[in-house]
């Protein structure tokens, strides 16, 4: 009896829908489905990329995890070994402090007035503690000379030294001054420009680290300013440790009154940065929600007008015996394969495009400059690149995709398709026999 039914609905189904008549309209949806959930997917994916690559190396490098600072930020503070000492002996879970100061200058290549000058940001850093920041070492790849930090010692990220100034080598003489209009080296540039030899070029992944900053000694920071002053001191914890409760313990700390200094975490000190990634990403995911309301509101408008078209074959199956269960599988059914096949294909093809879009580009970039090359004369034709690290600010391309952030955007997308399409086909099952001759059946 239960076999004598399914060969009923599958035999009812097939002829209720006719014959291919909706291949082509279920193919439209599926793709639409598909498609859009693989674009969201990419998107995402890159986005997450994006945010992690340069969150993880803006704590990391740039900001630790949490910073000492003075009170008054307008003022530096003394340079004491005695704060640092009494935070590994009180605090276990800090695996590094470095002291450090940042100054925005001007870096000249070649002992003339003309050479090349460059804006960067420099960092002055105690060498022996920053050898204990095992994340920070990690990140920063040294890729040509070494990390010595010796006395007049610089290192340079790699982007300014070898694709700006390719002429700079290993132990090059460079001379660093604060003045934008260059004035003060016009006379002796030793005592008016501090001179560094350059010891090492490294590598972040990060075109705004490798392109504009350069790391020096704190000596030498001293020996250049005359003075004793730093900035900050940053905290890296130990892996596994609870950030926010150590945090806690060393704002209790009664070192911080004494020495008038407070601690603002990572997300404190970039709060504003971190809020514009978390509202890019919220606007990106309320486009996206539209995109798929709209395609929701094409299969409910599809399976409606389908409904319409076969509503007088509805009515007969009807006043033959069978029951509104049957019709409604055969819609369900219908709408079963277009949510799950649809969200399956979109989330392949979709990590697939965001694994591979590197080749993607290059195929594409490929292309379109060997058309270009064609119409435009070769002294005005400028190869086009899509992904340019001088834009994106960050020399490698990561894509990251968190397990229940695709299990909730697949289900969503699963959830949404059968509502759109269980409204028209409960209106289906409802219809009664007697308007077929209401209709002049």
Same mark, same amino acid.
């Given at each position: 009896?239960?076999?004598?039914?399914?060969?009923?609905?599958?035999?009812?189904?097939?002829?209720?829908?006719?014959?291919?008549?909706?291949?082509?309209?279920?193919?439209?949806?599926?793709?639409?489905?598909?498609?859009?959930?693989?674009? *969201?997917?990419?998107?995402?994916?890159?986005?997450?990329?994006?945010? !992690?690559?340069?969150?993880?190396?803006?704590?990391?490098?740039?900001?630790?995890?949490?910073?000492?600072?003075?009170?008054?930020?307008?003022?530096?503070?003394? #340079?004491?070994?005695? /704060?640092?000492?009494? +935070?590994?002996?009180?605090?276990?879970?800090?695996?590094?402090?470095?002291?450090?100061?940042?100054?925005?200058?001007?870096?000249?290549?070649?002992?003339?007035?003309?050479?090349?000058?460059?804006?960067?940001?420099?960092?002055?850093?105690?060498?022996?503690?920053?050898?204990? !920041?095992?994340?920070?070492?990690?990140?920063?790849?040294?890729?040509?000379?070494?990390?010595?930090?010796?006395?007049?010692?610089?290192? *340079?990220?790699?982007?300014? &030294?070898?694709?700006?100034?390719?002429?700079?080598?290993?132990?090059?003489?460079?001379?660093?001054?604060?003045?934008?209009? +260059?004035?003060?080296?016009?006379?002796?540039?030793?005592?008016?420009?501090?001179?560094?030899? =350059?010891?090492? #070029?490294?590598?972040?992944?990060?075109?705004?680290?490798?392109?504009?900053?350069?790391?020096?000694?704190?000596?030498?920071?001293?020996?250049?300013?005359?003075?004793?002053?730093? !900035?900050?001191?940053?905290?890296?914890?130990?892996?596994?440790?609870?950030?926010?409760?150590?945090?806690?313990?060393?704002?209790?700390?009664?070192?911080?009154?004494?020495?008038?200094? $407070?601690?603002?975490?990572?997300?404190?000190?970039?709060?504003? #940065?971190?809020?514009?990634?978390?509202?890019?990403?919220?606007?990106?995911?309320?486009?996206?929600?539209?995109?798929?309301?709209?395609?929701?509101?094409?299969?409910?408008?599809?399976?409606? %007008?389908?409904?319409?078209?076969?509503?007088?074959?509805? *009515?007969?199956?009807?006043?033959? &015996?069978?029951?509104?269960?049957?019709?409604?599988?055969?819609?369900?059914?219908?709408?079963?394969?277009?949510?799950?096949?649809?969200?399956?294909?979109?989330? +392949?093809?979709? /990590?697939?495009?965001?694994?591979?879009? *590197?080749?993607?580009?290059?195929?594409?970039?490929?292309? /379109?400059?060997?058309?270009?090359?064609?119409?435009?004369?070769? $002294?005005?034709?400028?190869?086009?690149?899509? #992904?340019?690290?001088?834009?994106?600010?960050?020399?490698?391309? %990561?894509?990251?995709?968190?397990?229940?952030?695709?299990?909730?955007?697949?289900?969503?997308? =699963?959830?949404?398709?059968?509502?759109?399409?269980? /409204?028209?086909?409960?209106?289906?099952?409802? %219809?009664?026999?007697?308007?077929?001759?209401?209709?002049? +059946?």
């Amino acid at each position: 009896m239960r076999n004598h039914n399914f060969k009923f609905r599958m035999y009812t189904g097939s002829k209720l829908m006719g014959k291919n008549s909706g291949a082509p309209i279920f193919a439209a949806l599926f793709a639409g489905i598909a498609g859009s959930f693989a674009v *969201l997917l990419v998107v995402i994916g890159v986005m997450n990329g994006f945010q !992690d690559n340069y969150i993880t190396r803006r704590v990391e490098i740039a900001s630790y995890h949490a910073s000492l600072m003075p009170i008054d930020n307008k003022q530096g503070c003394t #340079y004491d070994r005695t /704060i640092i000492d009494e +935070l590994y002996r009180q605090i276990p879970e800090i695996e590094a402090a470095v002291p450090f100061c940042d100054r925005d200058i001007i870096i000249l290549f070649r002992n003339k007035i003309d050479s090349d000058r460059q804006p960067v940001k420099l960092r002055a850093v105690d060498p022996e503690e920053l050898r204990k !920041d095992s994340r920070f070492n990690e990140l920063f790849n040294i890729t040509h000379g070494s990390l010595d930090l010796s006395q007049d010692k610089i290192v *340079l990220g790699e982007e300014l &030294g070898w694709r700006e100034l390719s002429f700079a080598r290993i132990n090059s003489a460079v001379y660093l001054t604060p003045d934008i209009s +260059l004035q003060t080296l016009a006379g002796k540039k030793e005592k008016d420009a501090g001179e560094f030899r =350059v010891s090492g #070029y490294f590598n972040t992944g990060s075109y705004d680290y490798d392109r504009y900053w350069a790391f020096i000694s704190l000596s030498s920071f001293f020996k250049l300013t005359e003075t004793n002053q730093i !900035d900050n001191i940053g905290l890296k914890f130990k892996k596994g440790v609870n950030r926010r409760v150590v945090t806690e313990k060393i704002r209790n700390l009664p070192l911080l009154k004494e020495y008038g200094l $407070e601690i603002k975490t990572a997300e404190e000190t970039n709060s504003a #940065y971190f809020a514009a990634l978390r509202l890019e990403k919220t606007m990106i995911m309320f486009l996206f929600v539209i995109i798929f309301l709209m395609v929701a509101t094409n299969i409910f408008g599809t399976l409606r %007008l389908t409904i319409l078209e076969k509503k007088e074959k509805i *009515l007969i199956l009807k006043a033959l &015996g069978t029951v509104p269960r049957d019709i409604e599988q055969i819609f369900l059914f219908e709408s079963f394969i277009l949510a799950f096949g649809g969200a399956t294909v979109g989330m +392949l093809l979709g /990590i697939f495009i965001s694994h591979n879009i *590197l080749n993607i580009f290059a195929v594409a970039e490929f292309f /379109i400059n060997s058309l270009l090359a064609i119409a435009i004369p070769a $002294e005005i034709f400028e190869p086009i690149v899509i #992904y340019d690290t001088s834009i994106y600010y960050q020399t490698d391309f %990561l894509v990251k995709f968190g397990f229940s952030e695709l299990a909730i955007m697949y289900f969503s997308i =699963v959830l949404l398709t059968l509502l759109s399409a269980y /409204i028209p086909v409960t209106k289906a099952a409802r %219809l009664r026999p007697n308007k077929i001759l209401q209709e002049g +059946l």
